[in-house]
DNA sequence: CATATCGTAAACAAAG
DNA sequence: TCTTTGTTTACGATAT
């Protein structure tokens, strides 16, 4: 190899990093706490605040509900008492009385698999608005599942009481009520029953690929969700997006999915008719054995990570209350927060909250969908700069943006079969790099088409794959080159590249002999990497210029791309501006206080900043270039949270605000995947 | 069809 | 000797 070049590489890339990376660094920053802010989010903490606005109303309403609910069951139980017959009439009253209340609590503001699935192929969310998304599902979820359960309870112990007092003494073997009541529970417990065939029907639908969801519609603004997804569904999508966790995570779906099927089934079923015949032992045996297993499934499923429970604190909504252990919690989350119609008036509140933030979510999405197309279409107007803002609404943007600019999205058209990385095939520059269903599959990868390749992406989906075991869409170079100017110096041994490697992509943690050899193959035969003796041995630099070399032939074959690169180019600052502002004139109170407002968009805004400026980086590549003072290595500089801390000895570096910044707080995380996962299967 | 790019495998060598 | 690091060649898949 020659080394002369690495000096010469050196001096090149520092000379255009001061170019413009300033900003940059501040941003940075910013950015980096709201990220440090986001491993927590702090979701509920912004829904109480909501909560406190609307929970008198909420509350009065919620009480309506259950005044009507009992008055309305009192008095069916008296029309029993006085005709003691099953009329084929009751049923029809009962959809009246009990389908309202029951559909009420199963089916709002809870995300359809259609949006879930939406939203993760257009990945117009960061995996971590997901998380928070879906931590938000699951609190929701248990939350309806309390008010269902406590709905039955309230009926079964209504009839139980009706039993004792009509056949005091006795023991019926087959009343008449009975059979009433169990057919009202049927009756009940069968609507359950088919939302959740519906579901698992969408679901599997979508599964197989045969109801697809175009990509290319624009966050259509939530449809009347008439169906929601079950805990079990939820995590059962996620862990498909995820799969970080199989064993487990399959284990406690199927707990809670046979916990709840098994409430529909068998209670519909026969045997539980003797039981509610039986009520001094059934009905309480019943309860006394379903509330704790709820318990201990709950406690199975987020041992981890409770909804309600993180950090000592119990997070529902306006609580704060201390809990040292998780038993404490489940006990101040039974006792505190129990059925009662203060949580019954939070937990719609939350939904209320939940269906605002989807609300607001469609709402940027739409935006974005016309921003993008403005800036895509539209490239020949000169003047766009705060147009974009004014957009928010506007329904026939977002329809062009699916017509008018097919290729900014890719289709994915008819792919009943494996789902192959519908991966970015146009020049959009702002990615919808759809992961979630790339498999093992021998693809082409983004990077090609793709200006922005790694450096952006992997910032928008670093926790994805953080955690995730997909396998990431970028070249070998584009990853070595991304780790290595990720660190402070700019420069890795290749243990370092490695590490980096295992400790931002899941997909890494396997297979490390065939991966590491790729890697030690890239980086000899690219000449973009060059290799620098050190004291300590040798480090891996990257060339920037021979980098940039190689890409323009790729993309000259296509002119639509150029035009779309310098578009975004020339829009760049304004756009930045344009986001900032935008997040700026979003943040109602509701997304800068507390809940996924702060950490979300700011990993958006740097996720897009990181898209412009690649795709900058590579306009100027291409020569024909219009702002000669920003350079290629700006967009290189890590707008990422994780940094390459590694090195205790290189600290002297630029950076240091950016490293010490970084330093502290992920150094043990780092420390995680430094050891374990490198031998980790090698066989 | 030719070519370029990329990923994977593998042989080999030098250094630690 | 074994492991790590680095270089090189070969081949298949895919995209242009």
Known sequence: MMQESGTETKSNGSAIQNGASGGNHLLECSLREVRSNGETPSVEIGAADLAHLQQQQALQVARQLLLQQQQQQQQQQQQQQVSGLKSPKRNDK???LQVPVSVAMMT????TPQQMQQILQQQV???QQLQVLLQQQQALMLQQQQLQEFYKKQQEQLQLQLLQQQHAGKQPKEPQQQQVATQQLAFQQQLLQM???????LLSLQRQGLLTIQPGQPALPLQPLAQGMIPAELQQLWKEVTS???????ASNNHSSLDLSTTCVSSSAPSKTSLIINPHASTNGQLSVHTPKRESLSHEEHSHSHPLYGHGVCKWPGCEAVCEDFQSFLKHLNSEHALDDRSTAQCRVQMQVVQQLELQLAKDKERLQAMMTHLHVKSTEPKATPQPLNLVSSVTLSKTASEASPQSLPHTPTTPTAPITPVTQGPSVITTTSMHNVGPIRRRYSDKYNVPISSADIAQNQEFYKNAEVRPPFTYASLIRQAILESP??????????NWFTRMFAYFRRNAATWKNAVRHNLSLHKCFVRVENVKGAVWTV?????QKRRPQKISGNPSLIKNIQTSHTYCTPLNAALQASMAENSIPLYTTASMGNPTLGNLASAMREELNGAMEHTNSNGSDSSPGRSPMQAMHPVHVKEEPLDPDENEGPLSLVTTANHSPDFDHDRDYEDEPVNEDIE
Do not use: R
């Not at 939302?195 to 029907?201: A, M, P, S």
């Open 489 to 498: 110096e700019k420069q890795l041994t290749l243990n370092e590249i490695y």
């Open 195 to 201: 939302q959740q065939l519906q579901q698992q029907h």
């Open 244 to 250: 970080s966790h199989p064993a487990e995570e399959a």
């Open 543 to 547: 060339d920037e210029l021979e980098f």
């Open 108 to 111: 709002p503001q809870v995300i």
């Open 125 to 127: 969310l960061t995996p």
């Open 94 to 96: 009962q959809p009246a």
